[in-house]
């Protein structure tokens, strides 16, 4: 167990953001933003039911047939480099019900979001995860159908907020993020803690099972706390009913064997007695010999396995003449960080897109992860994954025949230099061929039964891996490159309007005209 004491502040940084809302909007003083450049798709709507909150009564919707396979739908938010975050999604119908569906992070899945039995109880239901995005400028939060979802995928709001330095850094999150099972505020029986006494709007839910709720008149200022709980959380505490012993059920909801981030807040409010207990979970000690102090203390595990149900015990020592008790406890599930593609494979498929009039769906988010949710057309390297997005798998396919694409090929399919294959055939692309010159590794080129136009770049015959070239069916013009013409290419260029075809070698067997 670790004890944590002081870390220096820093002013949050907030990205609200309304989903389904056109225009951003002040609630108390706060700025919350419309989704509108954030996502490129889904369907913003109203809900007309009295009494939600301006963040519940818009939501975006996102069209999901199960007949599509696994498709994801995407936010793409700006960042800070090198920040961790309090990302929390909320989510709330309004009807009977609702999807259940996965949530993404880049490429990391976060959870499964399902709010049936929240909005049984007329509640939204909200998630929240510790994360510090692995790619440097932007962060994809995605929305993603599978086989158990039935229904239209939706989303009310998304909230960022940059932490301290310190806080949570216990966690290498490099690897790892956190999230959120139970944050409580025990003993404290009001509306849930959260702005302006959370600086990091963090939702501290009411707890005062099991114990006596005290409460203290005394001005409590926590500023030396590690993670920077909010000083009101001090001024209520769950105290022992026997004198002895404090038993919480707590976490109060099952758990999946997993291992867990655990923190417990404490401080004492009495300088004339002392108060020294044990902590346990389920059997096991947690942290031996606690003293609170009047200037507060916090001990956690950044890694603590738990399954089932969950007992909190704290246990007085001999020489304790108060009642162990407790303020406040916060719970996180750690997750794996997924992997992430190459930085610059992402930037050139999100420019490649750009020029298609109608891309192929599910073209947001990282385009080789989660494997399950790979782009549609997309092949990835099976080698070495790695954490770090300059070090990331490449795209080594594009295999995009048959969709009925409009628009042109963009000059940034030749910035994707792993790749083997484009094949691109049968659809309605317009425009010149771009310089494919940077592809070492291009094996195939199909861009048949299109409308390219101009000429067969001369470039091509630059790349000596390349074994197939078909451009039948289009509307190129010019010279055949007689580079193009060699053993081991097999080339189709028929049903173009080109001035001559040029003899063939001896050796060029494998082409056709």
């Known amino acids: 167990m670790t004890v944590g004491i002081v870390a220096a502040a820093v002013e949050p940084k907030f990205t609200l953001i309304n989903c389904g ?70 989510f709330f119908y309004g009807a009977p019900s609702p ?24 509640l939204a239901s909200y998630y929240e995860i510790i ?48 999230g959120l099972i139970s944050r409580s505020a025990f003993g404290y029986a009001g ?29 409590i200022y926590a500023s030396g706390f590690w993670n920077s709980p909010p000083s009101k959380l001090f001024k209520t505490s769950l105290v022992a009913k026997n004198g002895n012993s404090l038993q919480l059920q707590w976490p109060p909801v099952q758990l999946p064997t997993s291992s867990y981030y655990i923190s417990f807040y404490f401080l004492e409010t009495s300088s004339v007695n002392s108060d020294k207990f044990d902590i346990y979970l389920n059997d096991d000690i947690f942290f031996k010999d606690l003293n609170p102090t009047l200037s507060g203390i916090s001990v956690f595990s950044p890694n603590w396995t738990l399954s089932g149900s969950s007992t909190l015990r704290l246990v007085s020592s001999a020489e304790s003449n108060l009642p162990p008790s407790i303020n406040g406890g916060e719970i996180f599930r750690i997750l794996n960080v997924g992997y992430t593609s190459l930085t610059r494979d992402i930037t050139a498929l999100l420019e490649i897109k750009k020029l298609f009039e109608n891309p192929p769906s599910g073209w947001e988010g990282d385009p080789c992860f989660p494997e399950k949710y790979r782009w549609t057309g997309i092949t990835c390297s099976e080698g070495s994954k790695d954490l770090n997005p300059s070090r990331g ?76 070239l078909f451009v039948q069916n289009n509307n190129l013009t010019g010279e055949i490159p007689p580079s193009l013409i060699r053993d081991g290419l097999v080339l189709r260029t028929f049903g173009n309007r080109f001035s001559s075809a040029p003899a063939l070698s001896p050796t060029s067997s494998n082409s056709t005209i």
Not at 99 to 122: I, K, Q
Not at 139 to 167: K, Q, R, W
């Open 99 to 122: 999807p259940v569906f996965d949530l993404l992070l880049d490429g990391t899945l976060w959870t499964v979001v399902n709010t049936t039995a929240d909005y049984e109880r007329d």
């Open 191 to 219: 509306p849930m803690l959260r702005l302006p006494d959370d600086k990091f709007n963090r939702f501290w839910q009411p707890f005062t099972d099991g114990g006596n709720s005290i409460q203290t008149s005394d001005n």
């Open 131 to 178: 994360y510090r995005p692995v790619r440097p400028k932007t962060v994809s939060l995605c929305l993603a159908g599978t086989d158990y979802t039935e229904g239209n995928l939706f989303i009310s709001s998304i909230e960022m907020v940059i932490l301290d330095p310190s806080a949570y850094n216990a966690t290498d999150f490099e690897s790892y993020a956190l």
């Open 393 to 468: 798998p490449r795209v080594t396919s594009m295999d995009l025949s048959n969709l009925g694409i409009s628009g042109s090929l963009s000059i940034w399919v030749s910035n994707l230099t792993a790749l083997s294959d484009i094949l691109v055939g049968n659809n309605s692309l317009k425009g010149t061929i771009p310089d494919l010159t940077k592809l070492k590794q291009l094996k195939r080129l199909h861009l048949q039964d299109n409308q390219f136009s101009g000429e067969l770049p001369f470039s091509l015959g630059e790349i000596d891996s390349l074994q197939e």
């Open 21 to 90: 809302s056109t225009e951003r909007i002040n609630i108390s003083g706060i700025v919350w933003l419309s989704d509108e450049s954030y996502s490129l798709s889904g369907t913003p709507r109203n809900l007309t039911i009295p009494g939600l909150s301006p963040t519940l009564s818009t939501l975006r919707s996102f069209p999901y047939r199960k007949s599509d396979g696994p498709r994801k739908f995407c936010y793409r938010i700006h960042i800070y480099s090198n920040a961790t975050y309090l990302i929390r999604a909320t």
